[in-house]
Structures are given as structure tokens and as C-alpha cells.
């Protein structure tokens, strides 16, 4: 089961209290303080696991809770510091602090690690109050307190490139045909229920992870159909690529489909509309040879003349074009790779 939302509650240990004790023994009745201080209570730390893909594991649990420290003893005992509580979360996965909706984390390097709630410190035993001048202290202080938050986990994918378009254009049979991933296949929309990802291999150093996404409809940027919940999964992609059915079933034109999912990609998100874009006429093999070449060429002509963009034309099942569109995607996703790196890291005096 695919699960990219969760909301759970964190707690780090408490603190454990620092112990007050005068030594008697037979023979030495005044022999002092020797009260130990507490332990440490646990943390709360977040842990990238690049094995996980979904956030199951919170699915059905929605309590996480680190160890409390142990109270300091007699003896000048010191307490046991409480456990950490590791969580481990898969790459892409966004903390959020489920009251404030404060951003947390954002979780996107491998075995990346931040503690999310610090555990309490633990309490002074009263042998540490002695001086020479105050010989015989009785006092001590209490393990500190933990922290307690509400805890929202959102799940964006990481990939390369991302598959988005009208229910039925093709974009499984277009990432089946170009990685080793096995994505349902049927002759009906919204057979893609859940992300899917693929990895892309075009030579021995340069591949790319490829999302399917289900798909979009009109109204997907306001809940309408299944986008709504996966549109996320896409922003953090370099590159879009955006399958139109060439020859919709429905009769529906190409150019309008284009309009419809570009729109609902924009309302959604800023960072979506200015996203590189590879825009694909799939499924040509379907239209008769004898009028291919015209239908295509009229096609081109008003993507070019209104959108201003010349389509890629490929077919999913017969593997016409598909390299070539790869190719399209893998230079977009280089030279966005390189802007990246020469972006200068902003530095803070805090």
C-alpha cells in the first residue's frame, strides 16, 4: 500500500531527577551528600533510509515515544540516560509541525539525520551544591522536560522526471517501455492509482529516476479526481514530461488537452508552472500511415504556432521515439543539474 501522508505524535524522554541523600553509615553519621545526578532523557531522531518508499510504518502507529532518564541514587549514583528513538522516514519526506505547520525537516540526502525533539537534561543530585562553606545540602533540582509535538509527514518523490497528463495518454506504458518498473496497464483511465518509479538507463553514467503519476483531469489543482493527492510528488522534478494522447478517444483535441494540464499544474503550484517541459505525442502508431505524416505535421504546426513548442512524436508500445525523447529529458535534467551546482550557498551570521 502506497502511503505518502501521515500525522503522528512525538514525545522525547524526560529527564530524570537529580537525587537528594546524606550518607549514614554506622561509625560516619554525618558523612555527607552523595545524591547522583539524573540521566538524559531520549531524543527524537529523524534518519533518511533510502530502503523505504512509502510511510507505512506510521500508517499504524501513530504514538512515538523515546525512553525517559532514570533518577540519580544514593552513592553518587548517576541516573541511566533514556534510549534515542530512531525514525527512520524515506528520501523526500517533508516534517511538519502538524499545529503551526512550521516546515521541520526536509529530508532529501541519504542517511541525512536531525534530531527532531530533544530529550530533557538530566537533574543535579545535591552532592553537587556542596562548597565549603555549605557542607550538608539538601538540594537538587529536576530532570528536564520533555517535548511533545504533533508531527505531519508528507512524502514528495525524488525523481529526475515526471510523467504527467490526461487519464489514458499513455504515461505507464511510456515508463514501462523505457525502465524494468511494471506499472498496471488496461485499456480504461486511472488504471495508475498510486506514484510509480522507474529508472531510466541511457549508458553506463547517465540515468534518470522517472515518476508516473495518475492522471490529471480538470479541477485537479481543487481535489477533482486522484491528481490532486500525487501533484506534490512532481515538484521536486527537474523535468516534465507531458504525454498527450495524439488521436483521443473521445475526440478531444490535443492542443486543448495541453491547455487543461498546464493550467491545473500552475494553479497548483508556482514552482510546477516554470518546471522544463518535454511535451510528447504518444500513441502514433495508431493513426493510419497514409495520413500520419499530414495529421502529425498539422499537429506540430499549431503547438508550435500557439504554445510556442515543437512536440516530440513517439509511441509507448512500439517504442518509436522513445529514445529520443529520453535524450530531450536527460539534456534538460543535465543543464538543470549544472545550474544547481553553481547556484552560491547563502551563508548566515546567525
Known amino acids: 500500500m502506497f502511503i505518502d501522508t501521515a500525522l503522528i505524535l512525538i514525545r522525547s524522554g524526560k529527564g530524570g531527577d537529580g537525587c537528594m541523600h546524606l550518607l549514614r553509615l554506622k561509625g560516619n553519621a554525618k558523612g555527607g551528600p552523595d545524591g547522583g545526578d539524573g540521566g ?34 544514593r552513592k553518587k549514583c548517576a541516573g541511566r540516560a533514556g534510549e534515542d528513538l530512531i525514525l527512520g522516514v524515506p528520501l523526500g519526506s517533508q516534517l511538519f509541525d502538524a499545529e503551526t505547520d512550521e516546515l521541520l525537516l ?20 545535591n552532592d553537587r551544591f556542596k562548597t565549603p562553606v555549605h557542607q550538608t545540602p539538601t538540594e537538587f533540582t529536576p530532570g528536564g522536560k520533555s517535548i511533545e509535538r504533533r508531527l505531519r509527514i508528507e512524502l514528495r518523490l525524488i525523481a529526475d522526471v515526471g510523467f504527467v497528463g490526461l487519464p489514458n495518454a499513455g ?12 506499472p498496471k496497464i488496461a485499456d480504461y483511465p486511472f488504471t495508475t492509482l498510486a506514484p510509480q518509479l522507474g529508472i531510466a538507463e541511457l549508458s553506463d553514467e547517465r540515468r534518470l529516476v522517472l515518476a508516473d503519476l495518475p492522471g490529471l483531469i480538470e479541477g485537479a489543482s481543487q481535489g477533482v479526481g486522484l491528481g490532486h493527492d500525487f501533484l506534490r510528488h512532481i515538484e521536486r522534478t527537474r ?36 518546471t522544463q517541459e518535454v511535451v510528447v505525442l504518444n500513441k502514433i502508431d495508431l493513426i493510419p500511415e497514409l495520413d500520419r505524416a499530414v495529421v502529425l505535421q498539422d499537429l506540430c504546426d499549431r503547438f508550435k504556432r500557439e504554445r510556442g513548442t515543437i512536440p516530440l512524436l513517439a509511441s509507448g508500445a512500439s517504442g518509436e ?3 529520443a525523447v529520453l535524450e530531450s529529458a536527460w539534456d534538460l535534467t ?17
Open 321 to 323: 521515439g522513445v529514445r
Open 334 to 350: 543535465r543543464k538543470s543539474r549544472e545550474q544547481t551546482s553553481t547556484i552560491p550557498r547563502q551563508t548566515s551570521d546567525r
Open 106 to 125: 526536509d529530508v532529501t540526502a541519504p542517511e541525512q539525520t536531525a534530531i527532531i525533539a530533544r530529550g530533557g537534561t538530566g537533574g543535579i543530585g
Open 171 to 182: 504515461k505507464s506504458t511510456f515508463l514501462r517501455a523505457t525502465t524494468r518498473a511494471q
Open 239 to 274: 523535468v516534465i514530461i507531458h504525454v498527450l494522447d495524439v488521436a483521443p478517444p473521445d475526440g478531444s483535441d490535443p492542443l486543448e488537452n495541453h491547455r487543461t494540464i498546464r493550467r491545473e499544474l500552475a494553479e497548483f503550484s508556482e514552482q510546477l508552472a516554470r
Open 40 to 73: 538524559k532523557g531520549g531524543d527524537i531522531v529523524v534518519v533518511a533510509d533510502p530502503h523505504m518508499d512509502t510511510l507505512a510504518a506510521f500508517g499504524f502507529r501513530p504514538h512515538w515515544f523515546a525512553q525517559d532518564g532514570d533518577a540519580g541514587a
